[in-house]
């Protein structure tokens, strides 16, 4: 099966088209963070989501913790899809599903031990999607994603054997090693920031090889 891609931090709306262009399934487009590259304006997402064609998915990142004020930052940007970078701490899946029914919910699980693979294949019951990721919620400034970092495989490859949704796999992937990736943890999808830009720019010839690597398996 063809392993889907995500490109995240898309920061205009040539971005997102030259991403799209290139063969991407999906973009990623980030709100407010408290740490971590790429966000932009709740009213440029919403611009950007606006002119994506369908069937391409539009995840807004937020890093918002209630079911209700996640609710809020979607009225505010109409995406598709919704990637909360951090656990729920007021509120549940439910409660946003509800609100926004035709809405995908993707949860961010960031993969630091078995602890994480527990919490992965709880909560994927809960949600339309898991995207693991290498950040770190625990420090002082929370670490969201973006950080270019890659985490263990091998307990991904452990939430993706018992997942009962989708995973998405994310965290310092680039064109050198998404073809490994890929076979270790035999995911759904893949989603990559900086492995395919210079300078903080989306960089054609990056993602070009990243998605020729990527369709290798």
């Known amino acids: 099966m063809k ?3 995500k490109i995240c931090c898309i920061s205009s709306i040539f971005e997102a088209l030259t991403a799209i262009e290139l063969g991407a399934d999906a973009i990623g487009l980030v709100g407010r963070m408290p740490s971590g590259p790429g966000p932009i304006s709740d009213e440029l997402i919403k611009q950007i989501a ?3 064609p369908p069937p391409i998915a539009t995840f807004l990142l937020t890093s918002e913790t209630s079911a209700s004020e996640i609710i809020k930052h979607h009225y505010r940007t109409n995406t598709n899809t919704i990637q ?3 656990l729920l701490s007021d509120g549940t899946y439910s409660q946003i599903k509800e609100a926004l029914p035709y809405v995908k919910i993707v949860q961010v ?3 630091i031990d078995s602890k994480s693979v527990d919490l992965a294949i709880k909560l994927s019951e809960s949600v339309d999607a898991l995207l693991l990721d290498s950040g770190n919620p625990n420090l002082k400034i929370k ?3 973006g950080t ?3 985490h263990n495989w ?3 490859r452990q939430i993706r054997d018992n997942s009962k949704c989708p995973i998405f796999l994310a965290g310092g992937l680039n064109p050198d090693n998404v073809k490994q990736a890929i076979e270790e943890v035999r995911p759904y999808a893949i989603d990559i920031c900086s492995g395919v ?3 903080g720019a989306l960089d054609k010839n990056k993602l070009s090889a990243f998605m020729t690597n990527s369709m290798m398996t």
Do not use: A, M, P
């Open 3 to 5: 392993v889907r891609i």
């Open 50 to 52: 606006q002119v994506v």
């Open 84 to 86: 909360i970078v951090d």
């Open 109 to 111: 699980i960031h993969v």
């Open 143 to 145: 670490e969201l994603g």
């Open 148 to 150: 270019g970092r890659v």
């Open 154 to 156: 091998k307990l991904s």
């Open 197 to 199: 830009r210079t300078n």
